[in-house]
């Protein structure tokens, strides 16, 4: 029988391999991007028209090709960059298969027009559906210019399954994005339909990020900066307020190839946990430089995907080093209260105190109980003077943040002026903050970056929950004894949910025994709750665990201590006088977690000045 089987000719095989490599307009823009860089370009033109369905061109002052390697470039398995299988190991560059060009030429008209620095003239080679049109001596600089005109003309269903200008121009961008992040230091210029759309100057990482997203995240990144043994973790993290509703700015880069890893965005994520709200996502900009012997870019043709040998401790790295960096830099809408007036002069023989987590472990809520019982008890919460004032020093420091400059990480200019013994300008800086109420629901101050505003529920909630949440954990909370202890009924299964809670309760300082059948009585109860009668009280708390275990999905500990918060909590409509608001921020921003209510809303929000004159000027 005769056989059957035969070579594919070339441009079959090309217009096969390039349904891998060439999937729309942006893929050919990622590989004609990274063969720039690994020909060590410093400066990349970008031209793009109709969202590169009809031109995608890119000009580079690399190191060029000559006559024969630029025919040999459009060859399948034709590289420069790999020569055994043992190099597949210690991959560098970007680009190593040796397949984008070959596959772009299967599947569009194709111009490369290039010039080493050794050589007086450049050449220039067509191509179209792998056929070589012509090659010829041709004018211009050292480095390559390819173009690339009307994409899939000969595949007329591919080019059908492109989307939308608009979609395919954001996939352009999107890849352009990454590129150009991790090569800062390369200058970049991109124009789409004659419009340039960026200009990237050669920068720090933290400059270029400014100058793709806009200046809105000027004060908001702070650096991840952590050495092990087998990764360099480096970047930077949004603070909570630049998380998105969608997934929108996140980015890993792992010896400056952008990959995409869902368990290492866990692993960010879930250091943000408490900071944002569930649905959100967290912004980052994360470079992990790794030895290329323990990864594995091999495993997908684009690239995006990796194996790390290691990737739980890499995850664990993530993680940490993400922790630290919130905990360091106190990571917040910059909450300066206007201290700088009354800051003291600075001083040279004081040592700088490197940023660290502020949490008061000193902090007792009782420990002013003797003082005169308030009508909502929040001024008798105050933590002592130490702790307050360490909360300002964190706060103070959080305006850092604005002076963060991948130069200046190791002594913001602000500490300087400031140190832990100047108690008086801390008792000074909290009269400046000035807080007023607004429509008796909202505690509003002045701060330098503009108008602070504060839920005053939610805050207090997110106070009491986490002085609740300490007390269950260490199992005593105060209170004070009835005097005159009261019986009461519940419903048989209320009395049922109760009966499971009473040692719980006890340890919130809430003593409640059982009398009887559905018969209860509360002897003792903390300074905090509300004077309800006891059924009733005992009620609106059941009824709060009960959602929050429901709703909130929150386990035992977690929903009694929200639901005490959630009675004890002064309510909208309740007035307030200044010392209670002012008690109400300190205590906040004692917090480990200020920022979000123990249900996951926000606790406050800060109006900036540059939007109130946005207002004022519209
Ligand atoms: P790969 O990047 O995987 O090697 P490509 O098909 O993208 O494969 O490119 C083939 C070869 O062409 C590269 O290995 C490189 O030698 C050369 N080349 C491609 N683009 C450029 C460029 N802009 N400047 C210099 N050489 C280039
Ligand atoms: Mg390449």
Same mark, same amino acid.
Not at 50 to 68: R, V, Y
Not at 272 to 283: C, D, G, V
Not at 413 to 434: G, H, M, P, T
């Given at each position: ?57 890119? #000009? ?52 490369? &027009? ?8 450049? *050449? ?64 970049? @210029? ?7 759309? /960026? ?17 809105? +995240? ?26 998105? &509703? ?16 869902? @368990? ?16 959100? +996502?967290?912004?980052?900009? #994360? ?25 739980? *401790? #890499? ?42 987590? +502020?949490?008061?472990?000193? /902090? ?54 400031? *140190? ?12 400046? !903050? ?13 701060? !330098? ?38 019986? /009461? ?16 309760? &006890? ?48 386990? &035992? ?5 929200? %639901? ?17 608001? *002012? ?6 921003? %004692?917090?480990?977690?200020? +920022?979000?209510?123990?249900?996951? !809303? ?17």
């Amino acid at each position: 029988m005769e056989s059957i089987i035969q070579l594919l000719p070339d441009a079959v095989a090309n217009q096969i391999a390039a349904g891998e490599v060439v999937q729309r307009p942006a893929s050919v823009v990622k590989e004609l991007l990274e063969n720039a860089i690994d020909a060590e370009a410093t400066q990349i033109k970008l031209i793009v028209k109709n969202a590169g369905k009809s031109l995608i061109q890119i #000009i580079d002052d690399g190191k060029g090709m000559n006559e024969t390697d630029l025919r040999l470039s459009i060859e399948r398995h034709a590289t420069s960059k790999i020569k055994s299988a043992d190099d597949l190991f210690y991959i560098k560059s970007f680009g190593f298969r040796g397949e984008a060009l070959a596959s772009i030429a299967a599947i569009a008209q194709l111009e490369i &027009k290039s010039r080493t620095k050794d050589d007086e003239v450049a *050449s220039s080679l067509i191509v179209e559906a792998t056929d070589v049109k012509g090659q010829e001596y041709a004018q211009g600089p050292p480095g390559t210019s390819i173009t690339v005109q009307n994409l899939f003309f000969n595949t007329p269903a591919r080019r059908r399954f492109l989307k939308s200008d608009p979609v395919e121009l954001r996939h352009i961008i999107d890849e352009f994005h990454r590129v150009a992040i991790p090569n800062f230091h390369i200058g970049f @210029y991109f124009y789409h339909n004659d419009e340039l759309l /960026f200009q990237l100057p050669p920068a720090n990482l933290k400059q270029r990020l400014l100058n793709i997203f806009g200046k809105k +995240y000027n004060h908001k990144l702070a650096p991840l900066n952590t050495h092990t043994d087998f990764v360099k973790v480096t970047g930077f993290i949004g603070t909570p307020d630049t998380a998105k &509703k969608t997934r929108g700015e996140q980015f890993f880069f792992v010896n400056n190839r952008f990959i995409k890893n869902a @368990y290492l965005n866990h692993a960010v994520q879930s250091a943000f946990e408490a900071l944002i709200p569930k649905s959100s +996502y967290a912004t980052y900009f #994360i470079m992990l430089d790794v030895d290329p012997a323990t990864i594995d870019v091999n495993i997908h043709p684009t690239k995006t995907e990796i194996k790390f040998q290691n990737e739980r *401790s #890499i995850y664990a790295v993530v993680n940490a080093s993400t922790k630290e960096a919130i905990g360091k830099h106190n990571l917040s809408p910059s909450l300066d209260f206007e201290t700088e007036m009354s800051m003291p002069p600075p001083s040279s023989n004081r040592g700088i105190e490197p940023p660290g987590v +502020y949490v008061n472990p000193e /902090f007792n809520p009782f420990e002013n109980k003797t003082s005169q019982k308030k009508s909502n008890n929040i001024t008798a919460q105050q933590p002592h003077k130490s702790s307050l004032n360490r909360g300002w020093e964190a706060f103070f420091k959080s305006s850092n943040l604005n002076a963060f400059d991948d130069a200046d990480l190791e002594a913001p200019k602000s500490q300087q002026i400031f *140190s832990l013994e100047s108690e008086k300008s801390n008792e000074e800086a909290k009269d400046n !903050k000035n807080p007023f109420q607004l429509s008796k629901q909202f505690i509003v101050s002045s701060i !330098k970056s503009g108008l602070l505003i504060i839920d005053q529920k939610k805050a207090h909630e997110r106070i009491l929950y986490e002085k609740f949440i300490k007390q269950l954990a260490l199992k005593k909370g105060l209170s004070q004894t009835e005097l005159f202890p009261q019986n /009461f009924e519940l419903s048989p299964a209320d009395s049922d949910v109760l009966s499971e809670l009473l040692d719980e309760f &006890k340890q919130l300082g809430l003593h409640i025994h059982r009398m009887g059948q559905n018969i209860f009585n509360l002897t003792a109860k903390p300074i905090d709750l509300p004077d309800e009668e006891p059924k009733q009280l005992v009620e609106s708390l059941l009824e709060c665990h009960k959602n929050n275990q429901a709703e909130l999905m929150l386990d &035992k500990n977690k929903s009694l201590a929200l %639901a005490m918060a959630q009675n004890a909590a002064v309510k909208y409509g309740q007035l307030l006088q200044k010392d209670e608001m *002012s008690s109400i921020i300190d205590m906040l921003f %004692a917090c480990e977690s200020p +920022y979000i209510s123990p249900s996951g !809303k926000s606790t406050l929000t800060v109006i900036g000045n540059d939007e109130i004159l946005k207002r004022l000027n519209q």
